[in-house]
């Protein structure tokens, strides 16, 4: 649905239009008398005698859905069209017999019965924006923003170490990827819905129909605010569904014209039910990617009976990820698959690139063991071990030994919140 600008205050609704008299033609159409000469037009009357090809707006003043408002014209006969994003047949008395197939900006007539499609027109168009800002919230899309993108070699093995690529093909329901904090749960779920998007909606794909992907990123720093809820969830998909289906949007549109104010349900399963029944209007297959569960600051185990309620109503498939906290292996079960257990490629080709430019200070087997101790103390861990391959490329610039450089690593804290406390004292 095309977006459509409101009447100006005191403007009147009921568009009809003025008509340029002369030819529109291109080169192309010059001896074809039926491009060339589109109608014909009684001056006197300002009426039009058909049959016509396309119909031109003169003045562009004000008013209709489109942003302009034209003076009134009539139809004598029978003329084919051009209005908005459609061509419509139109007979005499402004009879609607279309729409006929796509292209252009134009309207036309200002019969009763076409006033009124204009008028609807024009309030569904109001109404979608007002649907669409009326869901927005403010940091819908921060959390996935702040997310930077990887090499697209560092999560190869998702496709060929896991059941990922099986579950996407032919499998359903719930895949939940579990991690320890800092193993790159979040930059998996946003390296596969950027990078990898295209090699995702091929595995989805079915008929020939293109997939539609739907994101949410829960996030702590947003705290109890709307960005970090079950109903910021439930608006964010609703968002997406209708920016990407029609029918969705149409849909929602009838069920919700009285929501348009934006005071939307504050009750998770009245949207719920929304984005449940929505789904059922809209013939793709859809895939869900939601990171972070256990970022929500709430109760674990309604956000797991929301998630599962939301995926066996729909149908739809969700791929979760999270660190793998009592309250969700509870009620989500078996893990799909550990981060930590496919990093170490990852870990170990990291250090070895870093330690390249410490060739001038230390032999490559002296670099290779502590690429190895690095690899093997990370456990799975992607951000401990960047931190500590920063800390012993920093040592080494500084003039310390391989003495210094093993101390260094003994010391190293395994935790993560430690290894935050120490960065934070410690300058390269």
Known sequence: ???????????????????????????????????????????????????????????????????HHFKPTTIAGHAQVQMGDSYHNYTAGGQVTGPLSVAGNMIVN?????????RQRMSQSDSDIALKQ????????????????VDPATF?????????????????????????????????MNHLLRAESARVKSYLAVNGKDPLLLHFFFDFRAGSGIANTIIGLLRSFLLQLIQNSSAIEHYVLDRCSYRLDGEWPKIDTELLDLVCE???????????????LDEYIGNLIKLADIIILLQRRSGMKLCLA?????????????????????????????????FTSLEAYL?????????????????????????????????????EGLR??????????????????RILGLHC
Request: hydrophobic fraction near 30%; proline fraction near 5%; include cysteine.
């Open 134 to 149: 009326a869901l927005y919230y403010e940091g819908m899309e921060r959390r996935k923003a702040q997310l930077d993108d």
């Open 278 to 292: 929505s789904l059922q209007h809209e013939p793709r297959t859809i895939c869900g990617f939601i990171d972070g």
């Open 322 to 354: 999270s660190r793998p906290y009592p309250e969700l292996k509870h009620k989500l079960g078996l893990t799909s698959f550990e981060m930590q257990s496919h990093n170490n490629a990852t870990i170990r080709a990291y250090a070895d690139t870093a």
């Open 156 to 188: 190869d093995w998702i496709w060929t170490q896991t059941s990922f690529a099986t579950w996407l093909e032919s499998g359903d329901g719930l895949y939940w990827i579990c991690g320890k904090p800092a193993s790159g749960k979040s930059t998996l």
């Open 110 to 118: 200002n019969s009763t019965g076409y006033e009124q499609y204009l």
């Open 1 to 67: 649905m095309s977006r459509s600008k409101r009447p100006r205050s005191g403007s009147d609704s009921h568009a009809a239009l003025d008509f340029v008299t002369t030819q529109q033609t291109t080169p192309s159409d010059q001896n074809d008398p039926a491009k060339r000469t589109f109608y014909s037009q009684s001056s006197s009357n300002n009426t039009i005698v058909g049959p016509a090809y396309r119909l031109y707006p003169a003045t562009l003043q004000h008013g209709h859905p489109d942003g």
């Open 363 to 399: 032999n490559q087997k002296d670099l290779q063991d502590v690429a190895a101790q690095i690899e093997d103390d990370a456990n799975g861990v992607i951000l401990w071990a960047r931190f500590a391959v920063d800390e012993v490329v920093c040592a080494v610039l500084r003039g």
């Open 404 to 421: 210094e450089i093993w101390q260094l690593l003994d010391e190293f804290p395994l935790e993560m919140a430690q290894v935050y406390e």
